[in-house]
């Protein structure tokens, strides 16, 4: 198993994916979005019986709306992580452990993945 140590150089290099799945939009303020539709079986069972709703909102808060549509497929985690400095500065400081808290969620929900 390898090593998934986030302060690790490694970690800045993995790039990670959005999931295609996921639509997303931005608003008027630039924050995101995203439509996650609850798939399976469980899910099927509580829209049922509970009136869940078919799909369910995530909007992102401001740093993760900047960093949502920069997720190309081609970006590293430094790089991202630049970009995030040069806009919000200070205010995202400490920035690569909120970075890398940030990946570990998005990949923990199934919202990204990262390149082979």
Excluded: C
Aim: glycine fraction near 6%.
């Amino acid at each position: 198993m390898k090593n998934k140590n986030v302060n690790s150089e490694n970690y800045l290099e993995r790039i990670p994916l959005r999931n295609p799945d996921i639509n997303w939009t931005t608003d008027d303020n630039g924050i995101v979005t995203l439509e996650i539709i609850n798939k399976g079986i469980f899910n099927r069972v509580a829209q049922k019986l509970l009136k869940k709703p078919k799909i369910s909102y995530v909007h992102l808060d401001e740093n993760g709306s900047f960093v949502w549509p920069l997720i190309d497929g081609k970006t590293d985690i430094a790089a991202l992580s630049e970009a995030v400095d040069k806009h919000f500065g200070e205010k995202a400081h400490p920035l690569y452990e909120r970075l890398a808290k940030y990946f570990q969620i998005l990949e923990s929900y199934g919202f990204i993945t990262y390149k082979q």
